[in-house]
Structure formats: structure tokens, C-alpha cells
């Protein structure tokens, strides 16, 4: 059973940084790929980011391409997602996912384990 535990969240003022990091553990072999993806109050979770965890191949949504960052480090079967220029509304829970090689890295149906989530409060 694959188990994602994120960290990281908190209270930053607009234009701030924010590193969130997804710890992976229990079955990482069947991980292809993992991503991020936000909820905000009374919307619908959206994708952020993901990376293929075996070359490091990227995907951004259009909203955080070129503000935010995802990697790995395999070593420590961690992925981070470094968040720079954050805006109000960025404000979210954010969730890291990990999924197998079939399936869309955008598409959160694709994914099978999830984290609990961690919250990112961007004030104005």
C-alpha cells in the first residue's frame, strides 16, 4: 500500500515562496509518476504539477507554469514542489498523488493513492 504524507503548508503573504514536499513510502516500485494537485473552498480539485519519477519529465497547468517547480529526489523518495510569486489565489489544500504508468498525469481520475493534504493560505 503506497502512503503520501505532504508538508510544508502555511500562512505566506503575496509574493512569498513555499516549498511543499510529498514523502512517498510502501510500494514506491509501482509509482510511475507523482502530482500535485489544489482544492479551494467551493471548487473543484485542479491539477498543478507532476513529474515522471524514472527521467523527470514535468507537466504544469497553464495557472503555475513558470512560478512554480516540481522534483524529485529519488534517494529519499520525496517530490517537492517549490512555489515562488505565490498570489491569493493560489489559497488551496494542497495534495500530492501517486499513479501507476497508465492514465493521464493531469487527470486526477488517473491517480490511485493520495496524502491527507496540507494547506497553503497566500494572504494579499
Known amino acids: 500500500q503506497v502512503q503520501l504524507v505532504e508538508s510544508g503548508g502555511g500562512l505566506v503573504q503575496a509574493g512569498d515562496s513555499l516549498r511543499l514536499a510529498c514523502a512517498v513510502s510502501?510500494?514506491?516500485?509501482?509509482?510511475?509518476?507523482v502530482g500535485w494537485f489544489r482544492q479551494a473552498p467551493g471548487k473543484e480539485r485542479e491539477f498543478a504539477a507532476a513529474?515522471?519519477?524514472?527521467?523527470?519529465?514535468?507537466d504544469y497547468a497553464d495557472s503555475v507554469r513558470g512560478r512554480f517547480t516540481i522534483s524529485r529526489d529519488n534517494s529519499k523518495n520525496t517530490v517537492y514542489l517549490q512555489m515562488n510569486s505565490l498570489k491569493p489565489e493560489d489559497t488551496a489544500v494542497y495534495y500530492c498523488?501517486?499513479?501507476?504508468?497508465?492514465?493521464?498525469?493531469?487527470?486526477?481520475?488517473?491517480?490511485?493513492?493520495w496524502g491527507q493534504g496540507t494547506q497553503v493560505t497566500v494572504s494579499a
Open positions: 513529474i515522471t519519477l524514472s527521467d523527470g519529465n514535468t
Open positions: 510502501g510500494g514506491t516500485f509501482i509509482v510511475s509518476a
Open positions: 498523488a501517486a499513479k501507476g504508468p497508465f492514465g493521464t498525469r493531469s487527470y486526477p481520475a488517473a491517480y490511485r493513492y
